[in-house]
């Protein structure tokens, strides 16, 4: 039973970790069609930005807070200077943007790996965070409650934004019609790159949040993001609240295969995946799904 | 412009579609029967060296050939072909190392598994389209990578070693020597090369581009497509699984890197490179792959990095490929 409850609660505080980064790609794909491949490189972007602040200043609370400015910046700058561009000039389609991505992801991968090696690094966890705490009969690490509170918060902070105010309906309206929105005097592509570099600045936060309990390398992006992608295939992409419901289910799926199945821990949620693609192409929350 | 940009099919392939009409011309002989000289009698004159090269650039032409039968002329972008290239390699293994079955047993009985396993997966990844379908098939790749590495009996990360060249004794030949070897891989490419000109030229395969064009009008004219495509994914990992096969001949041994996405995205890169739903193109594309790759390796150590930039660089810049940018020089000319 207790063994139950911890696995129970890391399930959940790696579901909030895939959650931020499930939510930012699949927050792209709905509104500019973009599936990001490279999202997991700006989780190793963030991460790694962190580190270094905090290895400057010692403080972890100032890595949080900075760490996400860098991939929020080289998000708005790939869309907007990118991606936007070849879009709109029509020399390239979506599924170009997507391979261009995935050039980004190796080439992120890649340039840490030359500017910090492959060694492993870490984040450490900061001193009013540290401990573990009673709940329920067991004892479990303060930190992780800490990674549950603030992946909840954010999903509570954004449900807000995108329901009750005038950004999210904005938003909502260039999902729905791209051309009424600009007809109505807003700056679309702006606006599209700023949740582009909002999305990209989750990734980093992420990266941060994770550095105390994963490891900060070179190639953690690409591990997380395959995650992310299962997560956003059987939400439905581009589906918000679908993110966060298969974050949980995904999150779980995982962590319990790890705890108690550790063979299958590779395939679980693939498994889980296929299971999906055969009763639901569309995602768990998807749309109904279109032909042709 | 060219005639399939009028076709009003969907624009979701445009890197994908790029066909240099000189190249289906008769003319083309004009070039094609010095490179099949070439071809032929380079192990009489070139070094060793090239005729490693060599050898990469046909086992990585098979690879990308078979992906550009899904990609090029089905219009289905996949990122985890690599999974059928591991699969043909440790196929093999099994058989020649494992079960000690010889070449001949195992090579058929690998090819038959992979087209089944193929076809469920297939049956599956094509009832998604588009970026879907790019990310389930990365994930079944992820997913046999995982499991490659997690086995025990196929040891795991560290791979399986031992496996054999043919036994070509019976013409006198011995194919571990480099020049046999250079022979042997370039039947195999040839000889799949023509299956698959001859199926892209039948009308399985113009029901294909048919998909590929318009996928809503072949449905309408009574195409079961979902079988056609499911029929396209398994022929193409057939054929990747063939260039697995070569790979792992070629080395000896077989590990689960050859089934990482990395692996796929490489085999993706050829295919634009060289220009898609071209027949040759992939060879083009392996060709100029193998060689910037060894370029770089002399240059510089960091080839993630390069591979990267490499990669966004053709995306967004070298559309039609290889062929295509000659086409658009020659027609600039004209």
């Known amino acids: ?292 | 412009m060219s005639a399939e940009t009028t076709l009003g099919g969907s624009k979701w392939f445009d890197v994908l579609k790029r066909v240099p009409p000189w190249v289906s011309h008769r003319a083309s002989a004009v070039w094609f029967l010095p490179l099949a000289a070439s071809l032929c009698t380079l192990p009489s004159f070139a070094s060793g060296y090239a005729m490693t090269l060599a050898v990469e650039v046909m086992i990585a032409g098979v690879f990308a050939s078979g992906i550009n039968l899904l990609t090029g002329y089905t219009g289905l972008v996949s990122l985890g072909q690599a999974m059928f290239l591991g699969l043909g390699g440790y196929g093999i293994a099994i058989g020649t190392a494992l079960l000690g079955w010889p070449l001949w047993v195992s090579a058929p009985v690998t090819l038959v598994a992979v087209a089944a396993i193929a076809a469920a997966i297939g049956a599956i990844c094509t009832r998604t389209r588009g970026v879907e379908f790019l990310l389930i098939t990365l994930a079944f790749s992820q997913m046999f990578y995982g499991a490659a590495i997690k086995l025990r009996w196929t040891n795991g990360s560290d791979g399986m070693s031992g496996i054999p060249r043919p036994d070509l004794s019976l013409l006198g030949v011995n194919a571990d020597s480099p020049s046999t070897f250079y022979y042997y891989v370039l039947a195999v490419a040839v000889f799949a090369l023509v299956l698959l000109w001859r199926i892209v030229n039948s009308p399985f395969g113009s029901i294909l581009i048919g998909i590929r064009e318009n996928e809503r009008r072949m449905m309408a004219m009574g195409y079961a497509v979902a079988n056609y495509k499911i029929g396209s994914f398994a022929l193409a990992a057939m054929v990747c699984a063939v260039a697995g096969i070569l790979q792992s001949q070629y080395t000896y041994f077989v590990n689960p890197d050859s089934m990482s996405w990395q692996a796929s995205g490489e085999g993706v890169l050829m295919v634009i490179i060289g220009g898609a739903n071209v027949i040759l193109g992939p060879f083009v594309g392996a060709a100029v792959f193998v060689v910037v790759k060894q370029a770089l390796s002399l240059i510089t150590d960091e080839y993630h990095l390069f591979f990267g930039i490499f990669f966004m660089l053709v995306v967004a810049f070298f559309r039609g490929g290889v062929l295509g940018a000659i086409n658009t020089l020659i027609g600039k000319r004209r």
């Open chain 1, 1 to 292: 039973m207790q063994l139950f409850l911890v696995q129970l609660l890391n399930g959940v505080q790696l579901s909030m970790l895939v959650f931020l980064l499930a939510v930012g790609l699949t927050l792209i794909f709905g509104l500019m069609n973009i599936l990001n491949l490279a999202h997991g490189a700006f989780f190793t972007m963030g991460a790694y930005f962190g580190l270094v602040v905090a290895n400057k200043t010692g403080s972890f609370w100032l890595a949080l807070l900075i760490g996400p400015l860098l991939p929020f910046v080289a998000g708005f700058a790939l869309q907007f200077f990118v991606l936007q561009p070849l879009a709109q000039r029509g020399r390239s389609t979506h599924l170009d943007l997507a391979l261009l991505t995935f050039g980004l992801l190796f080439a992120t991968a890649g340039a840490v790996e030359y500017i910090y090696g492959s060694a492993f690094h870490s984040i450490a966890t900061p001193d009013f965070l540290k401990g573990r705490v009673a709940l329920l009969g067991i004892e479990y690490p303060l930190y992780r409650l800490f990674i549950i509170t603030v992946g909840v918060a954010i999903a509570l902070a954004l449900v807000l934004v995108i329901d009750r105010t005038l950004v999210g309906a904005k938003l909502r309206a260039g999902v729905d019609n791209r051309e009424m929105v600009t007809a109505l005097g807003i700056n679309i592509n702006v606006l599209f790159a700023l949740v582009f570099g909002f999305g990209s600045a989750l990734a980093g936060f992420a990266g941060v949040v994770s550095a105390p309990v994963m490891s900060v390398y070179s190639n953690m992006g690409i591990g997380i993001v395959v995650t992310t992608f299962v997560v956003v295939v059987v939400g439905g992409l581009g589906n918000l609240k679908g993110s966060f419901y298969a974050s949980l289910i995904v999150g779980m799926t995982d962590t319990f295969a790890q705890a108690f199945l550790p063979e299958a821990e590779l395939f679980a949620i693939y498994a889980l995946l296929i299971v999906v693609m055969i009763f639901r192409p569309q995602g768990l929350f998807g749309a109904a799904g279109r032909i042709a």
